[in-house]
């Protein structure tokens, strides 16, 4: 694709302003999100485009501007283990750029994509100048081993409508706590159940068993939940 017809589809974002919204940079001055945006570059992945395959060394970390990017396993038999959906504001590759491994998931864009991509060199050179950027750095990984700890404890634990009913209120603000909601399922039936430990029939098995209880309804990817109380009340 030439420049005008990317620069077109993908327009700019200040990297600067993106940055200075996320937690671990949040609390920065704006010469130090300078240096850090002078190390970051933008990129852009169409939907299916591979972005890090199983093996490939780690620079840095990517941020996703807007999109999903899905990381998984693929075993010897081809068969494709869905761990993580990476969407807005968040991020991947923390971890490996601090042990200095190469990549053991792969990544791959699940929608139209727009990553920014910190290098490491800058990430290490703001560890030193600041103990609370290493702080705040911890506090992510953190999270990250927090959400995995909780993804042991929903295969093993919890039932698959438990699972699924967790994803779709996943997407829901926390200050909702009735009402209607929609939420829609842009990674795909697929992926997601993938990413909770089923498969595709027995997800949409128990899509149809919630839709035939009137606890959501269902328009191609889009799940419309008429009360988010009573949904909940099966989550239990």
């Known amino acids: 694709m030439d420049a005008p017809a990317r620069k077109q589809r993908h327009p700019a974002i200040k990297v600067q ?12 001055s704006a010469d130090e999100v300078d240096r850090v945006a002078l190390a970051t570059l933008p990129q852009y992945f169409d939907k299916g485009q591979a972005i890090v395959q199983t093996g490939d060394p780690c620079t840095g970390f990517h941020v996703v501007v807007y999109g999903q990017v899905k990381l998984g396993f693929t075993s010897p038999q081809g068969i494709e283990k869905v761990v993580e959906i990476v969407r807005p504001g968040q991020s991947f590759g923390e971890a490996l750029m601090f042990l200095e491994k190469p990549y053991i ?4 864009a699940l ?14 050179d703001e560890l030193a100048r600041d103990p609370g ?32 009913i967790g994803y779709l ?23 997601v159940a993938s990413r909770l ?12 068993d919630l839709a ?7 328009n ?11 949904l909940r009340g099966h989550q239990a």
């Open 169 to 191: 209120l996943a997407d829901v603000p926390e200050d909702r706590s009735s009402g209607p909601a929609t939420v829609y399922l842009s990674a795909g039936k697929s992926v």
């Open 212 to 218: 035939d209880a009137g606890l959501i309804e269902i």
């Open 17 to 28: 302003a993106f940055l200075a919204k996320l937690p671990m940079f949040s609390e920065m």
């Open 220 to 230: 191609a990817r889009e799940v419309r939940i008429p009360d988010l109380a009573r």
């Open 105 to 108: 998931v792969f990544a791959e």
């Open 133 to 164: 950027f290493a702080r705040r750095m911890l506090s992510g990984l953190a999270r990250r081993l927090h959400g995995l700890v909780r993804d042991v404890e929903g295969y093993t634990l919890r039932s698959g409508q438990e699972r699924i």
């Open 111 to 124: 929608a139209d994509t727009m990553l920014l991509h910190v290098a490491k060199h800058a990430v290490f």
């Open 197 to 208: 430990n089923m498969t595709p029939e027995h997800f949409s098995r128990i899509l149809h």
